[in-house]
T-cell receptor
Framework: DAGVIQSPRHEVTEMGQEVTLRCKPI?????LFWYRQTMMRGLELLIY????????DSGMPEDRFSAKMPNASFSTLKIQPSEPRDSAVYFC???????????FGPGTRLTVT | AQSVTQPDIHITVSEGASLELRCNYS??????LFWYVQSPGQGLQLLLK??????LVQGIKGFEAEFKRSQSSFNLRKPSVHWSDAAEYFC??????????FGAGTTVTVRA
């Protein structure tokens, strides 16, 4: 299995631009998570999907952030407009519901200038 | 809600020496417990997990962890560290639903 796939691995953009991060979960997993990691705040859960449906988005910091999961093999996290404080590493993880056993992708390092 | 404390922010250990990373959790029932490792610039990799049964669990890369209910602990150990073990280690606890609570992490430096 290829594991969780994220793209791009690195993204540098200017403040005000739209950013879209992509994730392909492990085949057969039905839960998907988006996390953000910063030095100041550590690892934060942004949103959780189960069977493609958003279940908990309480971690999404602002309306500028949105996430979708149109099918079982693809999810996006969009930031519009982006701000310098959004600079972080964004991870996608997937699991089989109920196991808590999450597998992480390599992350997308976002830099907003 | 469950929570995790990793008391040590940074540990330095000599190559070949033993390593123990501490993890304490707070949860009312039997938790699901995990250790993850994150090498620089990489994602989190699952080292080992505890769901039930034998309280000493073996993981990848020669790591093991012991669940001690009386101490609410799940400490990670390795008998002899290698330079490649330099990384950040995260303990996590789950309650059987979907959410994992992560500790703040312990950075391990290995000196020659």
């Amino acid at each position: 299995d290829a594991g969780v796939i994220q793209s791009p691995r690195h993204e540098v953009t200017e403040m005000g631009q739209e950013v879209t991060l992509r994730c392909k979960p492990i085949s057969g997993h039905n839960s998907l998570f988006w996390y953000r990691q910063t030095m100041m705040r550590g690892l934060e859960l942004l949103i959780y999907f189960n069977n493609n449906v958003p279940i908990d988005d309480s971690g999404m910091p602002e309306d500028r952030f949105s996430a979708k999961m149109p099918n079982a093999s693809f999810s996006t996290l969009k930031i519009q407009p982006s701000e310098p404080r959004d600079s972080a590493v964004y991870f996608c993880a997937s699991s089989w519901k109920g196991t808590n056993e999450q597998y992480f992708g390599p992350g997308t390092r976002l830099t907003v200038t | 809600a469950q929570s995790v404390t990793q008391p040590d922010i940074h540990i330095t250990v000599s190559e070949g020496a033993s390593l123990e990373l501490r993890c304490n959790y707070s949860y009312g029932a039997t938790p699901y417990l995990f250790w993850y490792v994150q090498s620089p610039g990489q994602g989190l990799q699952l080292l080992l997990k505890y769901f039930s049964g034998d309280t000493l669990v073996q993981g990848i890369k020669g790591f093991e962890a012991e669940f001690k209910r009386s101490q609410s602990s799940f400490n990670l150990r390795k008998p002899s560290v290698h330079w490649s073990d330099a990384a950040e280690y995260f303990c996590a606890v789950g309650a059987g639903d979907y959410k994992l609570s992560f500790g703040a992490g312990t950075t391990v430096t290995v000196r020659a």
